[in-house]
């Protein structure tokens, strides 16, 4: 325990080191929101994957795969795809737009720019949405934490997820952008090599990846079906369709986004790219298997399955070395808390104390109240991460759709659409969140579910999707067209990118 527990405070030192060099080289709000749009493609694409990935890939995805065998596989092909897509299609648009959109900081800060709204009520609204699902999301990481240090550690469950939101809230408080995005590649590289290593020697004590395999179909055959659930089913379209789902969400996630922004040139998107889907696939390639290969290894099953990472690295590995695995959760948790904390913190910041109490602010202004911002929403989510009982997959998805649903076809279509208007974007933003807020609340209503026919049981940020893009286009249509100088950038960002 002794090691163990000297490897997570060696690790913790070098996060806060990282903070405080970033700290001496934070100026302004730029430089603390988005590191002066100064990174290169290795930090911007390992940020976006260990900021996008959370401890849910450590602890939710090897969880489900150990439930859902070979389904899980589903999931993870979803989430492939949506990575790729996003920075093909997003990156490099989202990189010059919200550049020439009077260098837009914040996506609430882009919208508004982008449809040059002067009354602030697209940028407030915005910025409402990422408040609220912002809380749940970090929320989601602050559990896996306490799981963490509850199960490794034995500490008190409340205790432990103090503990992991003090580490949290200290470096993002000091270094923003800069320290959150370095932490994050040294946090990713940690994270790919654990659900690399962990499933290697696993299946290697078992006897290979053919005996592994074995031993689940003696388990349950059923595990090594992606076209059956584990009772023998056949999988149902609504199934499928919500498991493929959680890779539309990609393209509103702000966390995420703020990496395509903050790289220092289109010209390394490609390369970026390249490296996020590669780490990506990896990354959940391995989280599956580690599912697979605890069916086999563990004799009995576990009461909650998202431990199964930490019970697999304590029987498999010497303490020094289950140590440095054991610190890829919380590096999985902090590399996404941290950015949802300083993407809250600049909402607050740029897109309520700014443009709504103090248009004039200093710069030294918007970084000190960026900072307050983070231990305000960092207490709100710790309350909200108290209840034991918690799934990190199920507060991952909440949020995750909510995000999508509300500013993926907002953010796509601004992007792809000269024609669409500020109306359109209000539209599709609120018709898109609150369609997944009714969605979730509606699932377990027995009249909704006997009406639907079976498809209330769909992701609700399916719906929320399709819905969010319909409300874009028809209100656009209806309302007058865009101004001549919103259009006029729509072509030079246009220009820009073509040549």
Request: aromatic share 12%.
């Amino acid at each position: 325990m002794f090691t163990v527990t000297l490897t997570f405070l060696l690790y913790l030192a070098l996060m806060l080191a990282i903070g405080l060099v970033s700290y001496r080289r934070t100026n302004d709000l730029s430089d603390y929101v988005l590191g002066g749009r100064n990174l290169g493609p290795v930090p911007s694409a390992l940020s976006a994957g260990a900021s996008d990935m959370s401890g849910w890939l450590l602890m939710g995805l090897p969880g489900y795969a150990m439930s859902a065998g070979f389904g899980a596989f589903w999931l993870a092909g979803g989430l492939l795809v949506g990575t790729w897509l996003n920075w093909l299609l997003v990156a490099q648009r989202l990189r010059v737009y919200s550049q020439r959109a009077d260098d837009a900081l914040t996506l609430p800060a882009f919208f508004e720019k982008r449809f040059e709204d002067k009354s602030h009520s697209l940028r407030v609204i915005s910025a409402i949405f990422v408040l609220v699902f912002f809380l749940f999301y970090t929320s989601s990481g602050l559990v896996a934490g306490g799981k963490l240090f509850e199960t490794v550690f034995g500490f008190d469950y409340t205790l432990a997820v103090l503990i992991g939101a003090a580490a949290v809230i200290s470096y993002t408080l000091f270094g923003g952008f800069l320290a959150v995005s370095w932490t994050d590649v040294v946090q990713g590289l940690l994270m790919v090599s654990a659900l690399i290593l962990v499933p290697l020697i696993a299946m290697g004590e078992i006897g290979g990846i053919g005996n592994t395999f074995d031993a689940v179909r003696t388990e349950n055959p059923e595990l090594l079906n992606m076209f059956t659930d584990v009772d023998g089913n056949t999988i149902t379209l609504v199934g499928t369709l919500s498991l493929l789902g959680w890779g539309l969400g990609y393209f509103g996630q702000p966390h995420i986004l703020a990496r395509f922004k903050g790289i220092k040139s289109q010209d390394h998107v490609p390369t970026a790219r390249r490296i996020a889907v590669v780490w990506s696939g990896l990354s959940m390639a391995g989280a599956c298997l580690i599912g697979l290969s605890a069916i086999a290894y563990l004799d009995q099953g576990l009461g909650d399955n998202e431990t199964v990472f930490m019970v697999m690295v304590d029987a498999l590995f010497h303490p020094a070395i289950a140590g440095i695995l054991l610190a890829a959760i919380l590096a999985a948790v902090m590399s996404t808390a941290d950015s949802q904390l300083l993407v809250s913190s600049s909402a607050l910041a740029e897109d309520f104390y700014k443009a709504l109490f103090n248009k004039d602010a200093s710069q030294q202004q918007l970084v000190r109240v960026g900072r307050i911002a983070v231990v305000v929403i960092a207490v709100i989510a710790t309350l909200l991460a108290m209840d034991k009982d918690s799934k990190v997959l199920d507060l991952v998805s909440y949020a995750w759709a909510g995000f999508g649903a509300a500013f993926g076809p907002a953010l796509i279509l601004s992007l792809f659409w000269e024609r669409m208007t500020k109306a359109g974007a209000m539209a599709g933003i609120i018709t898109g969140g609150l369609t997944v807020v009714i969605w979730k609340q509606l699932a377990g209503n027995s009249a909704w579910q006997a009406w639907s026919g079976g498809w209330s049981e769909l992701y609700e940020i399916i719906p929320g999707i399709l819905l969010a893009f319909a409300a874009i286009i028809i209100v656009s249509l209806l309302s007058p067209t865009p101004a001549e100088s919103t259009r006029q950038r729509f072509r030079e960002v246009e220009a820009e990118l073509a040549g």
